[in-house]
């Protein structure tokens, strides 16, 4: 089945400086890439979304690039401010198999800004 | 407020006992969708239930089960816990089922279990 990898676990940035969050999927059959913001004490919350045919989505401070070819996609926030910090879930949806078409999650990467 | 309203927020209960989360869908949203939250797993997905029928499976135990109702709520009934049951339990919902139509998900706020 689809297996998502996220990295890093834990990332600290100055306020101002960009944080980069990148995922790799197994499954190529996957097609749809979410990111999930997570606050303490919250349930998660999509921030953006990227389908496969598409390369490159942008909202805003945050963007979300795809290589299908590589199996990769990552989260860019520019400009980041301390409201940022939270935890970065990226997810993947795959077609076939026992989670057909339920979001596959990476464990979630640690983002503190400081100030 | 996300609109999926989840009870209880917190729950404390000994081993071998017996709970039962609820979750309500946002307004509109047939599929129901149940994860697991503990530290070193991330999100686990547990089961989906769309407009009251079982959809997909994830790797959810045997002793866990679920339901979705004609009024589309869902409760997850957690049987013979233990302690590595203690984790947080996120519901979600959306308007399709999933699949190839790419519909987004909505998080509840999460219970918090805690099995001493």
């Known amino acids: 089945g689809e297996n998502v990898e996220q990295h890093p676990s834990t990332l600290s940035v100055q306020e101002g400086d960009s944080a980069v969050i990148k995922c790799t999927y197994s499954d190529s059959a996957s097609n749809y890439f979410p990111w999930y913001k997570q606050e303490l004490g919250k349930g998660p919350q999509l921030i953006i979304d990227i389908r496969s045919n598409v390369g490159e989505k942008k909202d805003q401070r945050i963007a979300v690039t795809l290589n299908k070819t590589a199996k990769h996609f990552s989260l860019h926030i520019t400009e980041t401010q301390p409201e940022d910090s939270a935890v970065y879930f990226c997810?993947?949806?795959?077609?076939?198999?026992?989670?057909?078409?339920?979001?596959?999650f990476g464990k979630g990467t640690k983002l503190s800004v400081k100030p | 407020d996300s609109g999926v309203t989840q009870t209880p927020k917190h729950l404390i209960t000994a081993t071998g006992q017996r709970v039962t989360l609820r979750c309500s869908p946002r307004?509109?949203?047939?599929?129901v969708y149940w994860y697991q939250q503990s530290l070193d797993q991330g999100l686990q997905f547990l089961i989906q239930y769309y407009n009251g029928e079982e959809r997909a499976k994830g790797n959810i135990l045997e002793r866990f089960s679920a339901q979705q109702f004609p009024d589309l709520h869902s409760e997850l009934n957690l049987s013979s816990l233990e302690l590595g049951d203690s984790a947080l339990y996120f519901c979600a919902s959306s308007v399709g089922q999933g699949g190839a139509f790419n519909y987004g998900y909505t998080f509840g706020s999460g219970t918090r279990l805690t099995v001493v």
């Open positions: 307004s509109g949203d047939l599929s």
């Open positions: 997810a993947a949806r795959p077609l076939y198999g026992g989670s057909q078409g339920n979001l596959i």
